[in-house]
């Protein structure tokens, strides 16, 4: 365990800290949604322990360090220059003992709590001074790292991966395979009490909508009882309509100012950023139109950012058991998680059916990357984005939504178009004037965009090895071989959705 010192900031709380950090920056730091600081990319830590790709792939967002930013979440930590608040240290239990270094040690540390404890590690360039730390990380801590972190076919994987032909890590995985798989508990971190609400922040809502009107307008009556109302709801709906019928949103039924159009352009990326661009408030929350909401629902959510001094989050979002499900349900649900801790932290995903986001880091990013339209990826690629402008965003275990995910209607009904070939299909417009032949692209030409868009050549080597295993090793085992036979054409189909990812990364729009 590191030797740590204490340093109380002037609000009264402790930090621990090892090393010599700039003092000037603790109290400011403190205030903000961080719970551990350090400059470990900045002292020879950048992206190291890469193999965490093996396990992670594409599927975290905090597999690599953020380039080009002051300050960003990183676990990669470096043991000798840290801080962190007391409170979280004793929460955490500290470092793991069983590593050979305690580089090792900081690293297991840093990556599990973030994933799975609910810490907010931070990377904040200049709080210690720069140096280079040349220490590797040995192949025994590797394989601790894997055993104590993940399951064991992750351990295999990387074996098979990177240490075919080393005998030193042969010995780690039988030892590994002979003892068992002991994976560390990881002890959450404690989400803050909400404070509450400060001033009278504007906020807009908005909802992207079509071929559902009916849920908008159930929608619409949860936010007109919210105990904070919004300022403004923007309604895009591009439901096909006869030019002579009226949208069904009436804006003197409701106590805020309701503005309500008809979409002027197509796909839900760009019904977001029409949006966007009529909002004026100080915060932008995004909903679906198939949610239904808790009146402390909008509360929740600015309280949520006042507390933790952050700009974003992602809400929770409870799926409905059915469609036709009403708020007593959502309430039961979370009466059943009262009994598990509440847990903030980094999210580990974006969503646009419940996120709050200050106004300036939307307009900053342009909105919604319409690349997307036709298919999926949009939230986790704007989620990203945020990330990559050294944006904390954080997962709000109070500001729980309903999903109800109706049978029907809503933008999906553009991408189910992807499945059909031949003369019923409808263009997407992924498509860019290169019409779907024989071979249909999968997987969606926009997760394959997002790759290429947002990781690196080998985090999607991994993501196609490992998207070829689970087809080959998925379903029944009496249809093996017809997947086996069938390999071929899917490798000519994932290469097609390849051919229109990188004409999406041609294809410059806004908020991308």
């Not at 998207?467 to 490798?491: A, H």
């Amino acid at each position: 365990m590191p030797n740590l010192k204490k340093y109380t900031t002037s609000s009264g709380e402790i930090l621990l800290y090892t090393g010599v950090p700039n003092f000037d920056m603790l109290d400011e730091l403190a205030n903000g949604p961080g719970d551990l600081w350090h400059s470990g990319p900045n002292q020879g830590l950048t992206n190291i322990f890469s193999e965490v790709v093996y396990q992670t792939a594409v599927f975290f967002f905090f597999t690599s360090d953020f380039d080009g930013v002051n300050s960003g979440i990183s676990w990669r930590i470096n043991p000798k220059a840290f801080v962190i608040r007391e409170t979280v240290w004793r929460q955490s239990k500290g470092f793991d003992k069983g590593y050979l270094s305690e580089l090792s040690a900081a690293l297991a540390f840093g990556f599990n709590t973030l994933r799975y404890g609910g810490l907010v590690p931070l990377y904040v360039k200049g709080l210690f001074s720069a140096s280079r730390d040349t220490t590797k990380i040995s192949v025994r801590d590797r394989y601790q790292f894997y055993r104590r972190s993940f399951k064991l076919e992750h351990t295999i994987y990387m074996f098979l991966r990177r240490d075919i032909f080393n005998l030193e890590a042969l010995k780690r995985l039988f030892f590994t395979l002979k003892n068992g798989v002991d994976i560390l508990e990881v002890h959450p971190i404690a989400a803050r009490n909400l404070e509450p609400l400060k001033g009278a922040p504007a906020v807009s809502y908005i909802i992207p909508t079509m071929y559902r009107a009916e849920y908008t307008l159930q929608l619409l009556n949860d936010l007109n009882k919210q105990t904070l109302l919004p300022k403004e709801v923007i309604v895009i709906d591009a439901t096909p309509l006869d030019p002579s019928e009226e949208l069904p949103y009436i804006p003197e039924n409701y106590q805020f100012n309701l503005i309500a159009k008809r979409q002027e352009t197509k796909g839900s990326c760009n019904a977001r950023n029409e949006a966007i661009d009529l909002c004026s408030g100080e915060y932008i929350i995004f909903g679906d139109d198939d949610i239904r909401i808790p009146p402390n629902f909008i509360e929740n959510h600015i309280r949520f950012l006042q507390t933790y001094n952050a700009d974003a989050c992602n809400g929770l979002d409870v799926r409905a058991e059915h469609y036709t499900n009403d708020l007593t349900h959502l309430t039961r649900r979370l009466m059943e998680l009262e009994s598990q801790p509440k847990k903030a932290g980094a999210a580990m995903s974006f969503s646009n059916a419940n996120s709050c986001v200050k106004r300036s880091l939307v307009q900053q990013l342009n909105g919604n990357d319409a690349n997307f339209d036709g298919g999926y990826g949009e939230d986790s690629d704007f989620g990203f984005r945020l990330l990559k402008h050294g944006v904390v965003v954080l997962s709000n275990p109070y500001a729980a939504n309903l999903h109800l995910k109706p049978p029907s209607g809503g933008y999906r009904f553009w991408g189910s178009q992807a499945a059909l070939l031949g003369k019923k299909r409808k263009r997407q417009p992924w498509e860019l004037g290169h019409p779907v032949g024989l071979i249909r692209p999968v997987p969606s030409p926009t997760i394959m965009y997002g790759l290429y868009k947002n990781n690196d050549a080998r985090q999607r080597k991994e993501y196609k090895i490992k998207y070829f295993l689970r087809y080959l090793s998925s379903g029944s085992k009496m249809f093996f071989i017809f997947r086996l036979i069938n390999f071929p054409y899917r490798l000519l189909q994932y290469q097609k959705s390849v051919f229109y990812a990188k004409l999406l990364l041609n294809n410059k729009l806004e908020g991308n």
